[in-house]
């Protein structure tokens, strides 16, 4: 009874998909009778990137009167690409389509249509990221989708409980940011809240990108996912006892490794600093403690020869793509070089994020942190967020691993040689170059 259940399930599965995704089969587009394209997106109608989503429709749909884009907001946990893969082995699924850049899409490049036909020289120089929606993270190679939006990982700082404690300046080496720490506790402060945010579980990836940029290139971090960086090298064993000091010493809070809402501590300004934290939550912290009370913080490093000193964790969230079965190609394609006009770009500007396309007008960034944030894409010292990028068994091992570490359960060199078990053990095919 259990088996059969479970196949009936299976089929009522697969009968919704194909439901959901059949819209662009029934469309038609002989002498100009009206068109259906399919968009499928994670983000909800509510979430600002919509509103890029909702531009990019109404100015193809102005272009092209015979077209319609039917958006569909779908479910923004992992069984989404559940959802496509399936939709798309029936050949079922939308024509445009949303999904994370990095590995996250790549896995599912034989359903995707390649643009590089599609992109002009100029829009492959100016979107940023490009190649974390390209083939082998090679923007020469085969592209699979348009990043619209740049995300970064970062920290703040709270500008008055700096000045409460007698502290001047924000740190610009690991040195000074264990004084820093030192005198917001000596003066009864939190230094630094951590763990799950916004309701999500811990994860460690967001602040240790920056102690990993003392030891590592950009293209380091390929190397780790091939192998030809073992993880249980002192390139990552260095790092992280160095992250692993900040919660030995008692400068983060003692539940950062259970809590899911550390930024809680940061909004009701009973933490100084957060900095395993993203550009995704600006506006959360200005509007709880003000836009001038809120200060961009990124760790220093402790290494003054760090092969990545200077450059700080920006990386293109989502791309959006064209499937390759689509009935529709043609028009999903001149969606795509639509989108990109800079009067749709803009709008990611308008609504407060950072847009992931050079040589926009800067008239368009009230916010003044959002400025600065773009700015600092221009000076082409970005690094990926590596967890992206990194094959997904081996993340999961980091982040319980880390835990451990940080609770000072196990060693940094011990924990790297479990997380190295997780890399050994993945099929051949997901350690190639």
Known sequence: ????????????FVVVVVLSGCSSKDSKSKDGEKVTLTYWTQFTESLPESKWINAAVKRFEDSHPNVKVNVVHQTQDPSYFTMFQASSLSKTGPDIVDLWTGLYALRYKQFL?????????EQKGNLIGLQYASDGFDSTK???GIPSETQFYMGYYNKKLFEKAGIKDVPK??????EVCKKLKDAGILPIADGGFNGSAYMPFQGFSYFMMNTLSVDDINKLRTGEIALTSQQMVEPLEKWAALYKNGYVNTDAMSTVNANKLFVEGKAAMVFNDGSWDIPQFQEALGVDNVGPFFPPVYNENAPSKGYTVAYPGVMTGVTNYSKHKELSLEFIKSALDPSVMGVM??????PA????STDLMKNPLQLQLYKILQENKNWPMFDNLIQSEVMSTMTKEFQLVALDQVSPSDALKVIQQAWDSLPAGEKEK
Not at 1 to 12: E, Q, T
Not at 113 to 121: A, R
Not at 349 to 354: H, K, Y
């Open 173 to 178: 080496t690991y040195e000074e940011l264990l």
């Open 113 to 121: 249509e390649p643009l590089n036909k599609v992109l002009t020289d």
């Open 357 to 360: 396309l050079k040589g926009l």
């Open 142 to 144: 085969s592209i699979y």
């Open 1 to 12: 009874m259990k088996k059969m259940s479970f196949l009936l399930l299976a089929l009522l």
């Open 349 to 354: 500007a308008q609504e407060g994020l950072v």
